[in-house]
């Protein structure tokens, strides 16, 4: 009993401080959620108490939705790789922690994206190659979708090369994310394992609502420290440490 409510009451500081990650730099919520989850949960367990937080709060980062339709044509190629890659990876290997090298493939997709983060160049994508480079990018980020449950590499590099402004680039990795989300959800309901045949979505739904509440409060915070803290200085650090997590969890598969 003791171990079910230390879990909850980790889990839900877990989602405050990724929503502050979120709220300060846009991003973040399913990274340091799943990398930190996975300290103390199988990350199928994870995966799924990720999935009304990370898919609230990407709506809520997609505002306003009056102006996503040219992101929303601009990336829409990108959108269909991500499915496609997020539901054959599961189909292929099963749930979200199922594969033997999922731990691993987890931290070190959190090197990369640390490491991008850090000193990831500043290239541009010409307009003319966007298409298929967004629906290959789309296939490989939804592929670590589907063994990690990250689902920010190399989405969020992608997305960083297109010169987008600032509201829209907000805008399209709220659109990617929401997708990658909605596609993740539809994997693990397809392709669950049969030893998990017996564990009640309702009450998986029910803990993922409650770790939205403090997901929320996190973001709404982290959007109010973004005006007194440096963004740039914020993400140092964060890369920093998911840097460190990821050779940790790498290290010890």
């Known amino acids: 009993m003791w171990d079910g409510w230390w879990t909850l009451v ?17 991003l973040g919520l399913p990274t340091v959620s799943m990398a930190l989850l996975a300290l103390f949960m199988p990350a199928g367990q994870a995966a799924a108490w990720l999935l009304l937080p990370s898919l609230v709060t990407n709506v809520v ?4 939705l009056a102006l996503l ?26 749930p979200v922690g199922e594969a033997a090298v999922a731990r691993t493939a987890l931290g070190v997709a959190l090197v990369l994206y640390a490491l991008w983060g850090l000193w990831g160049p500043g290239l541009q994508v010409p307009g003319r190659h966007q298409a298929w480079l967004g629906l290959a990018c789309g296939l490989l980020t939804g592929a670590i979708t589907a063994m990690t449950g990250v689902f920010v590499v190399p989405a ?3 997305l960083q090369s297109l010169a987008l402004a600032r509201q829209a680039l907000m805008q399209a990795m709220g659109l ?20 998990h045949e017996s564990l009640p979505w309702s009450s998986t739904a029910l803990v993922s609502a409650l770790m939205l ?17 440096s ?6 650090v964060l890369m920093l440490s998911l840097l460190a997590l990821g050779i940790y969890m790498c290290v010890r598969g």
């Open 10 to 26: 980790a889990a839900m500081a877990v989602f405050a401080l990724a929503g502050v990650v979120k709220g300060v730099v846009g």
């Open 231 to 236: 963004p740039q200085v914020f993400r140092r």
């Open 61 to 64: 980062q997609m505002r306003p």
């Open 176 to 195: 990617c994310f929401t997708v990658s989300t909605l596609a993740l959800g539809a994997g693990m309901a397809l392709a669950r394992a049969p030893d």
């Open 156 to 158: 969020v590099a992608f």
């Open 213 to 229: 509440l403090p997901a929320l409060a996190g973001m709404a915070w982290g959007e109010r420290l973004r005006q007194s803290l």
């Open 69 to 94: 339709w040219p992101v929303l044509r601009r990336l829409g190629w990108m959108q269909l790789g991500i499915v496609t890659g997020t539901l054959g990876g599961m189909l292929w290997w099963g």
